[in-house]
């Protein structure tokens, strides 16, 4: 049997994620898994560009990170950047750098790609389901995907939990006022219609599965899990009501209590009650019982894609 160790890097808006896995033909085992929040994207709404703060802390975290993968003996590692280098006018400047960084090319995917690496990446995961919904909320961008067999419709929103944070919330650090909430809705609402997302659903009969920072990090709030374990949180569903009472309940939180919470990074405290409120509003929309939790997202997309 033959093995390589293969790395994925995943470069979004708000988390960088490293995937370290033995290639086998078998398929993928796990070996580490990595997650930082530099917040790549901060500002970016306001000024259209990626600003070098930001950009001087993901470059140093893939130093890092590169070393990290050449510790653990990777031979080849795939990156892949989503939003923050489709929105910003100075994003191509941006990869390269950050790529030199990795000692590996970034590769921008479209919104679309982004969605079809979502799906190769549920497909996997969950193969004995034929017809299903996923739903990929990231920092700027938020990709659903609807699966009848063969049959796939894609569509990728332009909002995010920290794009509709920056966009609608004044002060982060305080409880999100009435009037935040109802901007965030308006701009979740002209998403969904720009995108006619409820036509685009149809049949509501299918299982919702969710996937990235949002989506998981909601689940370890419910599950208040201090220390990550991925057996509990991948497969995990998570009802309709507690996605309601977990995006009602974090907006009355300041960020101080949110990060207190069992399970909420303090590094996400900001954004989480956006994101919480923009999965409340696609399970509703979905009419949905509730949501499947899914840590295979976009990095494990990219492996088999390159590798399989």
Same mark, same amino acid.
């Given at each position: 049997?033959?093995?390589?160790?293969?790395?994925?890097?995943?470069?979004?808006?708000? &988390?960088?994620?490293?995937?370290?896995?033995?290639?086998?033909?078998?398929?993928?085992?796990?070996?580490?898994?990595?997650?930082?929040?530099?917040?790549?994207?901060?500002?970016? +709404?306001?000024?259209?560009?990626?600003?070098?703060?930001?950009?001087?802390?993901?470059?140093?975290?893939?130093?890092?990170?590169?070393?990290?993968?050449? !510790?653990?003996?990777?031979?080849?590692?795939?990156?892949?950047?989503?939003?923050?280098?489709?929105?910003?006018?100075?994003?191509?400047?941006?990869?390269?750098?950050?790529?030199?960084?990795?000692?590996?090319?970034?590769?921008?995917?479209?919104?679309?790609?982004?969605?079809?690496?979502? /799906?190769?990446?549920?497909?996997?995961?969950?193969?004995?389901?034929?017809?299903?919904?996923?739903?990929?909320?990231?920092?700027?961008?938020?990709?659903?995907?609807?699966?009848?067999?063969?049959?796939?419709?894609?569509?990728?929103?332009?909002?995010? &939990?920290?794009? /509709?944070?920056?966009?609608?919330? %004044?002060?982060? !650090?305080?409880?999100?006022?009435?009037?935040?909430?109802?901007?965030?809705?308006?701009?979740? +609402?002209? !998403?969904?219609?720009?995108?006619?997302?409820? %036509?685009?659903?149809?049949?509501? &009969?299918?299982? /919702?599965?969710?996937?990235?920072?949002?989506?998981?990090?909601?689940?370890?709030?419910?599950?208040?899990?201090?220390?990550?374990? +991925?057996?509990?949180?991948?497969?995990?569903?998570?009802?309709?009501?507690?996605?309601?009472?977990?995006?009602?309940?974090?907006?009355?939180?300041?960020?101080?209590?949110?990060?207190?919470?069992?399970? /909420?990074?303090?590094?996400?405290?900001?954004?989480?009650?956006?994101?919480?409120?923009?999965?409340?509003?696609?399970?509703?929309?979905?009419?949905?019982?509730?949501?499947?939790?899914?840590?295979?997202?976009?990095?494990?997309?990219?492996?088999?894609?390159?590798?399989?």
């Amino acid at each position: 049997m033959t093995r390589r160790r293969l790395a994925s890097v995943d470069i979004g808006s708000n &988390s960088v994620l490293m995937l370290v896995v033995d290639a086998t033909d078998g398929g993928f085992v796990k070996v580490d898994d990595r997650v930082a929040v530099p917040r790549l994207s901060r500002g970016l +709404d306001a000024s259209g560009v990626l600003a070098e703060p930001a950009i001087a802390r993901v470059e140093a975290l893939l130093t890092e990170l590169r070393a990290h993968a050449d !510790a653990l003996g990777v031979e080849a590692i795939v990156a892949t950047g989503t939003a923050p280098f489709r929105r910003s006018t100075n994003g191509d400047a941006v990869a390269a750098r950050l790529g030199a960084a990795l000692g590996a090319p970034i590769d921008v995917v479209s919104g679309d790609h982004e969605a079809e690496l979502s /799906l190769l990446a549920t497909r996997r995961a969950f193969a004995d389901l034929d017809a299903f919904v996923v739903v990929d909320i990231g920092g700027a961008s938020t990709e659903v995907i609807v699966v009848d067999g063969d049959h796939v419709r894609t569509t990728s929103l332009d909002i995010g &939990s920290v794009r /509709l944070t920056e966009r609608c919330v %004044a002060d982060p !650090a305080r409880p999100t006022s009435a009037t935040a909430r109802a901007a965030i809705d308006d701009a979740i +609402d002209a !998403a969904f219609d720009d995108h006619r997302l409820g %036509a685009m659903v149809g049949d509501r &009969s299918r299982p /919702l599965i969710g996937i990235a920072g949002t989506v998981t990090t909601v689940a370890t709030v419910s599950l208040e899990m201090v220390e990550w374990d +991925d057996t509990r949180v991948h497969g995990h569903t998570l009802p309709r009501a507690e996605v309601a009472r977990i995006a009602e309940v974090l907006p009355r939180l300041t960020a101080t209590q949110r990060a207190a919470l069992p399970g /909420l990074p303090a590094n996400r405290a900001d954004v989480l009650p956006a994101g919480a409120q923009l999965l409340w509003r696609i399970v509703d929309a979905c009419d949905a019982d509730g949501v499947t939790v899914s840590d295979r997202g976009t990095r494990w997309g990219r492996l088999h894609e390159a590798f399989s």
